[in-house]
């Protein structure tokens, strides 16, 4: 495996890949990996010749008071994993290369409507940062394909919108969500729980898995729904932030009709924001 950390270091190695008619598998990421992320690099490894791995912290998804300084860095066992799993190359870009007329001056890209709402609407900008890195680490490696975890629902909705609406040459998949064997989604903040509050967060998953089944037994009082189980979560120490029930591929509030349903949860437990979400077909 390969480490480049440059822009011009990786565009003359992928000049290499297009001569020999290699396709290229890409995986961003912003490190702390676990088997979620090592998921996506087989899934990738699955349908390229050439898989490429990015990590890069990008400030400009992070609110003013979200947990950039305190985001786990841990290159070195990254690094590691990686090259066990046999990636090509490791992209390890620093913040002046990805921006080097700083935060204030970066030309964004914004997908409207979808990035305002759910998430978009708990952190304000948050969209706006993830777009706009990804759409910048496509334009450098230019792959065939790229590799997301469906645990971030809502991420992998705008950047296939993205992705669309900027006629980009390249394929989204969205890989299934890697849990623990409480039902706890794998995420790298995880890490930022307490022993206390990591008995109990693998509520999250319970709750969306018992709405899905009241929406397969009929119930489509949804407000009613999300009411009683926002109250549930605060009993049991969360802090909710939102329970939504919508359309899975327009992310709008879900009507009675609805066949292709997602749950998508995020609640406060102490200083760790956490967030699921789960498909329903009916």
Request: aromatic fraction near 8%; glycine fraction near 6%.
């Amino acid at each position: 495996m390969q480490t480049i950390s440059t822009i011009d270091g990786l565009r003359e190695i992928r000049r290499e890949w297009q001569l020999a008619g290699k396709s290229i598998g890409f995986v961003p990421t912003m490190g702390n990996l676990h088997s979620g992320h090592l998921s996506l690099v087989e899934a990738a490894k699955e349908h390229a010749d050439i898989v490429v791995v990015s990590i890069f912290v990008n400030p400009l998804q992070f609110g003013a008071d979200e947990d950039l300084d305190s985001y786990p860095r841990t290159l070195e066992a990254d690094s590691e994993h990686l090259s066990k799993l046999g990636v090509d190359v490791l992209f390890t870009p620093s913040v002046e290369a990805i921006y080097p007329r700083g935060l204030e001056q970066q030309t964004f890209v914004e997908v409207p409507g979808i990035s305002y709402m759910i998430c978009g609407a708990s952190r304000p900008g948050h969209f706006r940062g993830v777009a706009t890195i990804v759409s910048k680490l496509f334009n450098m490696v230019q792959p065939n394909s790229a590799f997301f975890g469906e645990k971030d629902y809502q991420q992998v909705q705008v950047i296939k919108a993205m992705v669309t609406d900027l006629s980009m040459n390249l394929s989204v998949h969205a890989i299934p969500t890697m849990r623990h064997n409480d039902g706890l989604a794998m995420s790298s903040r995880n890490g930022y729980l307490t022993e206390d509050e990591r008995q109990i967060a693998p509520m999250i998953y319970q709750t969306i898995i018992r709405i899905r089944e009241q929406i397969e037994s009929g119930r489509r009082d949804f407000n009613q729904l999300i009411n009683t189980e926002n109250t549930l979560l605060a009993q049991s120490g969360f802090k909710p932030d939102y329970i939504e029930i919508r359309d899975a591929f327009t992310l709008q509030p879900a009507s009675f009709e609805g066949k292709e349903l997602v749950i998508l949860i995020a609640a406060f437990l102490g200083k760790t924001r956490l967030i699921d979400n789960i498909q329903v077909t009916l």
